[in-house]
């Protein structure tokens, strides 16, 4: 008994040295809260085991839409650093922790651009905080935009148009523009006028199936009817299609360019007028030298015209206005600086009632603007006289204030008069907007009208 007591101490005794000599493990796991990747030492090594201190490298990379919030140890927090080094000293738990932050994933599907507060959207924005968002969706020809926010339809263009939202984001939001091939029918009745579209004549009722946002471009003139009278267009009737609404308006020039936005139906206006007396060469005084001119006669008479006009030479016209007047339009080269008109004034009988007018054009787009002076021929008791109008070069400017357009008469003589020298008659400075756009006028260019009047006028332009 004593042996056997004897070897189990020794057995023991051997147990317990062979126990104590193995070193003691320290553990290390890694964890991940969120969405992202994690490195320890370069590797993606999540459990580390060791029988003495250590040190981890750590290196922590969101995905997309996502952000780094920090590193705890144990529970605690230890580093908002993404990239930090640990000492391990016992057994230790690490969390790499990240948050989800306001994200947009764009796409965009069609022809057309999405722009994001102006610019073009990215197809990830990220976001630190939650944030409104202005989108714009520009179609390109032929496609119309739609907008959708997480496969929900918020947008949806009723034209050929931008299509402008905003949208909050506060967490990852899937936005997608939509462009959708689109095509509108235009109808162009010409309505016996003159008519081309995109340079190719129209001469009855002509149907298009056109992309949206297509540039369509229409040109028309008179058609004579015969010596005394001719069919013209007074202007274009334009209807389109805006949804469920169609927009009526009406066009008050000859040519018309049209963009296709929507179901669209053009027609002319058309109107028998009297036939104008054709162009008259001729000339003005410019830097004291003679420079040619024409002069054309206003269109679309309602009246027949009564009267005549013909160049003297040496810069002198001489402009007879009848019972219904008559009125021309005289060329002027356009970098003028100061423009003299300087005459006589000769009643045909006495008792006659004159009216003129002398003015500058001063804007010849979807309107023909004109400024100048109606003297006040006959009404001083005399059969003649003389006159000498100034107009300066500032009264070209006028289109650059905004009231002008209000009311161009108070803002002419606010910012520009002109000077009458040399004359003994009133007069009144007037301004005036017409629809009738003549083709080939420019601003800076002169209209005379006279009737019941004879002009004999001097135009002299100074560079």
């Given at each position: 008994?004593?042996?056997?007591?004897?070897?189990?101490?020794?057995?023991?005794?051997?147990?317990?040295?062979?126990?104590?000599?193995?070193?003691?493990?320290?553990?290390?796991?890694?964890?991940?809260?969120?969405?992202?990747?994690?490195?320890?030492?370069?590797?993606?090594?999540?459990?580390?085991?060791?029988?003495?201190?250590?040190?981890?490298?750590?290196?922590?990379?969101?995905?997309?839409?996502?952000?780094?919030?920090?590193?705890?140890?144990?529970?605690?927090?230890?580093?908002?650093?993404?990239?930090?080094?640990?000492?391990?000293?016992?057994?230790?738990?690490?969390?790499?922790?990240?948050?989800?932050?306001?994200?947009?994933?764009?796409?965009?599907?069609?022809?057309?651009v999405l722009l994001v507060n102006g610019t073009p959207a990215p197809p990830i924005l990220e976001l630190e905080k939650p944030s409104l968002l202005a989108l714009e969706a520009k179609p390109a020809v032929g496609f119309t935009p739609q907008l959708h926010v997480n496969g929900t339809l918020v947008g949806?263009?009723?034209?050929?148009?931008?299509?402008?939202?905003?949208?909050?984001?506060?967490?990852?939001?899937?936005?997608?523009?939509?462009?959708?091939?689109?095509?509108?029918?235009?109808?162009?009745?010409?309505?016996?006028?003159?008519?081309?579209?995109?340079?190719?004549?129209?001469?009855?009722?002509?149907?298009?199936?056109?992309?949206?946002?297509?540039?369509?471009?229409?040109?028309?003139?008179?058609?004579?009817?015969?010596?005394?009278?001719?069919l013209c267009p007074l202007g274009w009737r334009v209807s389109q299609k805006i949804g469920s609404v169609w927009l009526n308006r009406t066009a008050p020039y000859l040519n018309l360019t049209l963009t296709v936005v929507g179901d669209t139906l053009l027609a002319a206006n058309p109107g028998v007028t009297?036939?104008?007396?054709?162009?008259?060469?001729?000339?003005?005084?410019?830097?004291?030298?003679?420079?040619?001119?024409?002069?054309?006669?206003?269109?679309?008479?309602?009246?027949?015209?009564?009267?005549?006009?013909?160049?003297?030479?040496?810069?002198?016209?001489?402009?007879?206005?009848?019972?219904?007047?008559?009125?021309?339009?005289?060329?002027?080269?356009?970098?003028?600086?100061?423009?003299?008109?300087?005459?006589?004034?000769?009643?045909?009988?006495?008792?006659?009632?004159?009216?003129?007018?002398?003015?500058?054009?001063?804007?010849?787009?979807?309107?023909?603007?004109?400024?100048?002076?109606?003297?006040?021929?006959?009404?001083?008791?005399?059969?003649?006289?003389?006159?000498?109008?100034?107009?300066?070069?500032?009264?070209?400017?006028?289109?650059?204030?905004?009231?002008?357009?209000?009311?161009?008469?108070?803002?002419?003589?606010?910012?520009?008069?002109?000077?009458?020298?040399?004359?003994?008659?009133?007069?009144?400075?007037?301004?005036?907007?017409?629809?009738?756009?003549?083709?080939?006028?420019?601003?800076?260019?002169?209209?005379?009208?006279?009737?019941?009047?004879?002009?004999?006028?001097?135009?002299?332009?100074?560079?």
């Amino acid at each position: 008994m004593a042996a056997v007591a004897a070897l189990a101490a020794a057995l023991a005794w051997l147990l317990i040295v062979k126990t104590s000599s193995k070193p003691p493990q320290i553990l290390a796991s890694i964890e991940v809260e969120g969405h992202g990747t994690i490195l320890a030492n370069g590797t993606s090594k999540a459990f580390w085991n060791l029988t003495k201190p250590f040190k981890l490298n750590l290196e922590a990379k969101p995905e997309t839409c996502w952000a780094f919030k920090g590193w705890l140890v144990n529970g605690s927090l230890y580093s908002v650093e993404a990239s930090v080094a640990l000492l391990v000293k016992g057994n230790t738990t690490v969390r790499a922790v990240f948050a989800a932050k306001p994200c947009v994933l764009f796409s965009v599907e069609g022809g057309g651009v999405l722009l994001v507060n102006g610019t073009p959207a990215p197809p990830i924005l990220e976001l630190e905080k939650p944030s409104l968002l202005a989108l714009e969706a520009k179609p390109a020809v032929g496609f119309t935009p739609q907008l959708h926010v997480n496969g929900t339809l918020v947008g949806k263009a009723e034209a050929w148009q931008p299509l402008e939202t905003l949208v909050r984001v506060g967490g990852t939001t899937n936005i997608t523009a939509r462009f959708v091939e689109t095509y509108y029918w235009v109808s162009i009745d010409p309505k016996g006028v003159e008519a081309s579209v995109n340079g190719t004549p129209v001469k009855e009722l002509l149907q298009l199936r056109l992309p949206a946002g297509y540039t369509v471009e229409i040109s028309s003139s008179c058609k004579v009817l015969n010596e005394s009278h001719q069919l013209c267009p007074l202007g274009w009737r334009v209807s389109q299609k805006i949804g469920s609404v169609w927009l009526n308006r009406t066009a008050p020039y000859l040519n018309l360019t049209l963009t296709v936005v929507g179901d669209t139906l053009l027609a002319a206006n058309p109107g028998v007028t009297w036939r104008a007396p054709p162009p008259a060469k001729g000339g003005v005084i410019y830097n004291g030298t003679e420079v040619p001119s024409i002069a054309v006669h206003t269109m679309f008479l309602v009246f027949p015209p009564s009267g005549s006009y013909r160049y003297l030479g040496n810069g002198w016209w001489e402009i007879e206005g009848g019972s219904t007047g008559v009125g021309i339009y005289i060329s002027i080269p356009g970098n003028w600086s100061k423009l003299v008109i300087e005459g006589t004034w000769q009643l045909p009988y006495p008792g006659a009632l004159p009216d003129a007018d002398i003015s500058v054009v001063v804007e010849e787009r979807e309107y023909d603007y004109k400024c100048g002076v109606t003297p006040s021929f006959g009404r001083v008791g005399t059969m003649n006289g003389s006159f000498r109008v100034v107009f300066p070069r500032e009264i070209l400017d006028l289109p650059k204030y905004p009231d002008y357009y209000q009311d161009p008469a108070n803002a002419y003589e606010k910012y520009v008069w002109p000077k009458m020298e040399k004359f003994n008659v009133a007069f009144i400075a007037q301004a005036t907007r017409s629809r009738r756009v003549m083709p080939g006028v420019k601003a800076g260019d002169v209209f005379i009208y006279a009737h019941e009047v004879k002009l004999r006028v001097r135009i002299v332009a100074e560079p």
